[in-house]
Nanobody
Framework: QLQASGGGLVQAGGSLRLSCRAA??????MGWFRQAPGKEREFVGC??????????YMGDPVKGRFTISRDNADNTAYLQMNNLKPEDTAVYHC???????????????????WGQGTLVTVSS
């Protein structure tokens, strides 16, 4: 139900964009988590639905470098990643959930919908 794309290999300082389309889930919050080898799941960012204000929430490690936007016409969210660092290397999972975005950063429960994940590798 989630169509995710993007990712790949980039040098430090470069940019990448991930996208995630969630057909039919217009009232849900959309966002991303990431998981590096041997580490726990980490909140990246999310965006509320348009109907609930469209607020954006970003995790502390990526604030000022990553942004999230949402095309409501086809319910696609975009994660724009700028000034990438080697420590951003991880598998990025698109997630969609009924909960407001403000709760995502400290959530440990499974999301309603979870994408397969795409690898982002940042070389130094």
């Amino acid at each position: 139900q989630l169509q995710a794309s993007g990712g790949g290999l980039v040098q430090a300082g470069g940019s990448l964009r991930l996208s995630c389309r969630a057909a039919g889930l217009i009232h849900h919050t959309m966002g991303w988590f990431r998981q590096a080898p041997g580490k726990e799941r980490e909140f990246v960012g999310c965006i509320n639905s348009e109907g609930f204000g469209g607020e954006v929430y970003m995790g502390d490690p990526v604030k000022g470098r990553f942004t999230i936007s949402r095309d409501n016409a086809d319910n696609t969210a975009y994660l724009q990643m700028n000034n990438l660092k080697p420590e951003d290397t991880a598998v990025y999972h698109c997630a969609v959930d009924r909960a407001y975005g403000a709760s995502w950063s400290h959530s440990r429960r499974p999301m309603d919908y979870w994408g397969q994940g795409t690898l982002v590798t940042v070389s130094s």
